[in-house]
């Protein structure tokens, strides 16, 4: 079982930035972590994936704007997310996949508001 501790959601500005942080509550090896997000009314949908070796994967809305980056001494992923548009503004869900199994976590929430 592997939970996921989410920081760092909150109400921005549009053209504003937010930094998202997310960990395993217990230390862990984890390859592969990243971020979804879900829109009222929408589906979940991938946002950034990063590797244990850093190689990333991103939605074509975000790239340019968002950066996912990892700290494996810390088991810790990161999602940086600028130029925030209010087309940005859903949960945000962490992610990890472990022996075949979807972890996620409690979601936070990030809206992008005048």
């Known amino acids: 079982q592997v939970q996921l501790v989410e920081s760092g959601g909150g109400l921005v500005q549009p053209g504003g930035s937010l930094t998202l942080s997310c960990a395993p509550s217990r230390n862990i090896r984890i390859d592969i972590m990243g971020w979804f997000r879900q829109a009222p009314g929408k589906q979940r949908e991938l946002v950034a994936t990063?590797?244990?070796?850093?190689?990333?994967n991103y939605a074509d809305s975000v790239k340019g704007r968002f950066t996912i980056s990892r700290d494996n001494a810390q088991n810790t992923v990161y999602l940086q997310m600028s130029s925030l548009e209010p087309a940005d503004t859903a949960v945000y869900y962490c992610?990890?996949?472990?022996?075949?199994?979807?972890?996620w976590g409690q979601g936070t929430q990030v809206t992008v508001s005048s």
């Open positions: 990063i590797t244990r070796g850093c190689s990333t």
């Open positions: 992610y990890t996949r472990k022996f075949s199994v979807d972890y």
